[in-house]
């Protein structure tokens, strides 16, 4: 038999991976919170709460909560590769993209961006394996999806040739960020840009809602 705060920390876990898909960020944090506090020693529960807060953007609580992850967690190999994101030093992925993306014209701005995407993707990843053989390969996705979100003038091909990678298998890293991210063009989280299109979006979607309302008005 299922004990009740076990199963409590069950139903809020699942409750907020669903928040987290539709990005109801708050939500998700206040479940996974819930979890956590239901089930203490469920690492999946700390983990999936660092994974909140790094999609809204709040590294600083997601590597905190990171730690509370790393006292439960009882897979070596994963626990090793979460406390390397506490190292200072830049890793091999890393020191790949910020040489590479420098050449291929794109700006610090986006390098700086380049090196948040890595780091929520690890997070976002979760404690499935994360095998890294050809650095090169990863940072070439990375720089493709940065160039992406922001509309750079680089495009695949030159990316896998400045890489020396194959075209193919760098798109297909590129999508496993866009899935693990939910990345989207003008991503608000990568673009550096100072007009964001989609705000021009937002803004005609808010029109049109008040035009509908007004034409519906008896």
């Known amino acids: 038999m299922v004990a009740k705060s076990t199963q409590h920390g069950i139903e809020q876990n699942k409750a907020g991976l669903a928040f987290y898909e539709a990005w ?3 939500q998700a944090i206040a479940a996974f919170m819930e979890a956590a506090r239901a089930d203490p020693d469920n690492p999946e529960y ?6 909140a807060y790094a999609r809204g953007g709040n590294f600083d609580r997601a590597m905190n909560t990171l730690g509370e992850y790393l006292r439960t967690e009882t897979k070596s190999d994963v626990a090793d590769r979460y406390e390397r994101l506490f190292s200072t030093a830049l890793d091999e992925v890393e020191s790949k993209f910020i040489d590479v993306m420098g050449r291929l014209g794109m700006s610090i701005q986006q390098i700086g961006k380049a090196i ?9 990843a979760g404690r ?13 996705a990375i720089t493709y999806a940065v160039a992406k979100v922001n509309f750079a003038d680089v495009n695949r091909s030159n ?7 194959n075209e193919r298998s760098l798109k297909e890293k ?26 021009k979006l937002v803004e005609a ?7 509908d309302r007004r034409f519906n008005e008896e």
Do not use: C
């Open 174 to 199: 590129y999508d496993e960020l866009i899935e693990t991210l939910d990345l989207m063009p003008a991503d608000y989280r990568y673009f550096t840009g100072d007009q964001n299109p989609l705000d």
């Open 116 to 124: 948040q995407m890595w780091l929520e993707y690890r997070i976002a």
């Open 128 to 140: 499935r394996p994360l095998r890294i053989p050809k650095p090169e390969l990863w940072a070439a």
């Open 46 to 51: 700390h983990l999936n709460l660092s994974r």
């Open 205 to 211: 979607a808010q029109i049109l809602e008040e035009l």
């Open 159 to 165: 990316i896998a040739s400045a890489y020396q990678v």
């Open 24 to 26: 109801n960020l708050e």
